[in-house]
């Protein structure tokens, strides 16, 4: 201190007094609530643009029940239950999904760690070869990943092991109360025609009909025209 004061006497500064220093960190500095919500919000977007095709990197949630539902599984994973996407080619369901898991990334979430795969994928990687880990890890790691989406459930041949399989990761997702989003072009039901009941049988649905929102998509084939 006493150096510091001739310092500034000899430089003509006056006199200066110990006083209370200010040493909260701002925003912009570690030990800030909001300097590390947005190192986490670095973090999961990364993840989020790894986990995303290319088509889809631009996509941002705007239906308000997407809106919704990416808000608790942010808040509160465990209330989240199931997103459901439903409607026909090229409403933006996939769009909407992974609108859906961008915000929760920006979010800075503690925990941001996802899966995101069509359903024809997801059946393969649980094939025997169809993956290095090996059938059985496939399945545990697509029941136990924090955040799973499986894009177009419901197109694939249905056979015993396409319907054991998703039993079995929806059943775990569903009893441990994981945060899961489904886009399918099949309704859940459908008393005039083809709906997921049929394609997946009915212990699945039962499990669906309890934690999910169902958000239907509308309108024209996006995809028609020329957009992108
Ligand atoms: N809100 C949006 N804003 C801009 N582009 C969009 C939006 N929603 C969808 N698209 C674009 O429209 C096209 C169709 O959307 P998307 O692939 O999400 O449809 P889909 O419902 O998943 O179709 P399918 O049932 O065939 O899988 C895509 O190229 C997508 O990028
Ligand atoms: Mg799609």
Partial sequence: ??????????????????????????????????????????????????????RYQQAVATHPQVIGWADRATHDPRTAGILFLTGTFGTGKTHEAYGALRRIAEAGPDRFELLALTAPDMYAL???????????????????????????????????????????????????????????????????GTDLHDQLGARITSRLAQTTTVVTLEGRDRRMGGAA
């Fill in 1 to 54: 201190m006493q150096r510091l004061q001739r310092a500034l006497d000899a430089r003509g500064l006056g006199h200066v007094t110990a006083g209370p220093v200010d040493n909260t960190p701002t925003p912009d500095e570690p030990g800030h609530p909001e300097y590390h919500r947005r190192q986490r919000t670095q973090i999961a977007v990364n993840r989020w643009k790894n986990a995303t095709p290319y």
């Fill in 126 to 192: 649980m094939r025997p070869n169809g993956s290095e880990r090996g059938p059985e890890a496939e399945v545990k790691r697509l029941m136990r990943i924090p955040l799973l989406l499986i894009d177009d459930l419901g197109t694939e041949k249905i056979s015993e092991f396409t319907e054991e399989a998703t039993y079995r990761i929806l059943n775990e997702r569903y009893n441990e109360c994981r945060p899961l989003i489904i886009t399918s072009n099949l309704p859940v039901a459908n008393p005039n």
